[in-house]
């Protein structure tokens, strides 16, 4: 890794960190539906009922202070009987990258997993950014092939939960 250091975010992070999200969303052809706020990140990531955790590359570069980040949460193998780590996001800013950042980042997440008996490290790609699929598979991490990833939001999400029968 190139003059960075990999620490856990503070809340100052904040604001970088949500800008990053936002230039991921925009690379995922998809910025209109990022519209978390500083506020909801403070929260998640800092509050009383943390939900998030995240991991910043201190770097100064072009008047910023980071140079990507990783954002996890927790998840639970009934098969493992054990925690995992999912990953959500990770960033890296272009002009960073192929400066060990990524891998960097990765491998603190791994080191995480290792340190707290977590069963696994998991992560979504999208299925047309080649370049990062290639990364992780020479990380050796396997593409999960046989798993379709379902969701529900908006509408549909208040549809589902009006629907239990429940009061």
Known sequence: ??????????????PEILQMVRDLAEYEKALEEAIATEEQFEAA???ENRSVFAHVVEHESDG??????????????TWLGVNGLYLEDLYVRPQLRGSGYGKGLLA??????VDHG??????WVLDWNKSSRDF????????????????????????????????
């Open 108 to 113: 603190t997440l791994a080191q995480e997993c």
């Open 1 to 14: 890794m190139t003059n960075g250091t990999i620490r856990r975010a503070e809340p100052r992070d904040v």
């Open 64 to 77: 910023r202070r980071l140079g990507g980040f990783a954002l996890w949460f927790l998840n639970f193998s």
């Open 118 to 123: 977590y069963g696994r490290l998991e992560w």
């Open 45 to 47: 990531l800092f509050g």
């Open 136 to 167: 992780y598979e020479s990380r050796g991490a396997a593409p999960l092939t046989e798993w379709i990833p379902y969701r529900v939001t908006g509408a549909a999400l208040t549809r589902l939960a009006g629907s239990s029968g429940t009061s």
